[in-house]
């Protein structure tokens, strides 16, 4: 198994898209076809900037390309196992400030364009929270296709796991919605470039609570902000999730005294929340247009579009949920609407900076020390938004892009005994 911890990264970053499919465990480059819908011909030999030399006849393939050039994906990997059914794509984003980090979703996606444009988009989140956060690490992602529940095998994850391997420490992976610990145990049989395992293997077990723990710190930077107070005491919060990050997130509510509502899509989640705090539920389909202090999505992404924003009846949103704005548009009506954001990459980074505590040995008080900066990256977002007249979320954007430029401009100066 490859990727010791600590892998020497050149400062040049590398620009490809590496395409594996139907092929043996840990071979990437492709054969006469590929599994995704996109490519219907040979992709040839790769030019600059990640562009294919020869670009195929189909306009598909180079719109495809012209996405991945225009944030500047590094790299994208499909891989395909038809022994264990595995049907995955890897997404490193950036690997500026180190190895790229990330989780890995399993998820049934109506398409493979879909399950694409989900994996880019989170890969792109972690090169962000990962640099607002103050970590040295790169941002990337992986989804797999498929339930869970009717696919998901020990053979299935393990082969998984060897694609990863295979990828040299670039790419480290996690936990993530519609995977567990056991699944990163398994995972680690085949390499070491995974995160999020037991403690029994020297890994800080489920990043949920410290995810939770960082989203309720950037709750209090809100309330600061908007009330001169950190205390949650009374402040009426609506949980839109109640799964593994959501129920702990409504657990810190509840010893913070907030009045706490929750939703889900899964009545037994409502349950078993309701029943264990003795809180209030509220229809999945409306719990955005309740009136309270804070609106907290805590599920799948996307939960603020053009068509919520104008129905929120909250002051805030900060919430764990990853991607929560539909569109470019979203930002600019939350501000009209004078809806306080607290980006989701910026409040939801505790699960990140827990697991990164494993690169170096986890220590729990450190890592939740580190955890509680959240408050004060928060604070310094909402304060360049306000000084620069920006949205929250560009403001979020900019503290992220200012550090990478920052380091990847220090990473000229060569050390050469690294040599």
Same mark, same amino acid.
């Given at each position: ?22 092929s ?10 590929t ?64 190895p790229a ?29 990962s ?11 992986a ?45 680690r049989r ?22 939770a ?26 949980v839109s ?5 959501? +129920? /702990?997130? #409504? @657990? ?7 009045? %706490?509502?929750v *939703? ?90 827990n ?12 890592? +939740? /020390?580190? #955890? @509680? ?7 310094? %977002?909402?304060? *360049? ?35």
């Amino acid at each position: 198994m490859g990727c010791p911890f600590g892998v020497s990264l050149s400062s040049v970053k590398v620009s490809q898209t590496l395409i594996a499919v139907d092929s043996p465990l840990g071979s990437f480059l492709p054969p006469d076809r590929t599994s995704h819908a996109l490519f219907r011909h040979r992709c040839g030999q790769r030019g600059g900037r990640g562009r294919p030399a020869n670009p195929p006849g189909n306009l598909e393939n180079v719109q495809l390309f012209d996405r991945l050039a225009a944030d500047d994906y590094e790299q994208v990997v499909f891989c395909q196992d038809n022994g264990t059914g595995l049907r995955a794509i890897i997404a490193i984003h950036d690997t500026t400030l180190g190895p790229a980090l990330g989780g890995t979703r399993f998820f049934p996606y109506g398409s493979d364009d879909e399950a694409l444009d989900d994996v880019l988009r989170l890969a792109k989140g972690m090169s962000y929270k990962s640099a607002a956060a103050g970590l040295d690490l790169g941002g990337g992602k992986a989804v797999i296709v498929g339930d869970p529940a009717k696919v998901k095998t020990e053979s299935l994850l393990r082969a998984y796991g060897r694609f990863v391997d295979a990828l040299g420490g670039r790419y480290i992976t996690a936990e993530d919605v519609g995977t567990t610990q056991a699944d990163m145990d398994l995972i680690r049989r085949e390499t070491r470039c995974v995160t999020g395992v037991s403690r029994s293997l020297g890994g800080s077990g489920d990043p949920s609570a410290a995810t939770a723990y960082g989203v309720m710190h950037g709750m209090k930077a809100v309330a600061s902000k908007l009330w001169g107070d950190t205390s949650l005491a009374g402040r009426h919060v609506v949980v839109s999730g109640v799964g593994k990050v959501g +129920y /702990s997130l #409504v @657990r810190h509510l509840v010893e913070e005294r907030a009045r %706490v509502t929750v *939703t889900d899509v899964v009545p037994a989640a409502v349950e078993r929340a309701v029943k264990d705090f003795g809180i209030e539920a509220t229809p999945v389909d409306s719990a955005h247009q309740v009136a309270c202090d804070i609106y907290s999505p805590c599920a799948m992404g996307k939960a603020l579009s053009p068509v919520t924003i104008p129905e929120l009846a909250c002051t805030a949103v900060v919430g764990s949920a990853n991607n929560q704005l539909a569109d470019e548009t979203c930002a600019p009506l939350l501000e009209d609407k004078v809806v306080v954001y607290a980006p989701d990459y910026i409040v939801n980074a505790g699960g990140v900076i827990n697991i990164a505590e494993e690169l170096v040995g986890y220590h729990r008080e450190r890592a +939740y /020390s580190n #955890v @509680r900066r959240i408050f004060d990256t928060t604070l310094a %977002v909402l304060d *360049t938004a306000e000084n620069e007249g920006i949205t929250t979320a560009l403001a979020a954007d900019r503290v992220a892009e200012r550090r990478m430029v920052e380091l990847a401009r220090i990473h000229q100066i060569r050390t050469f005994h690294e040599r």
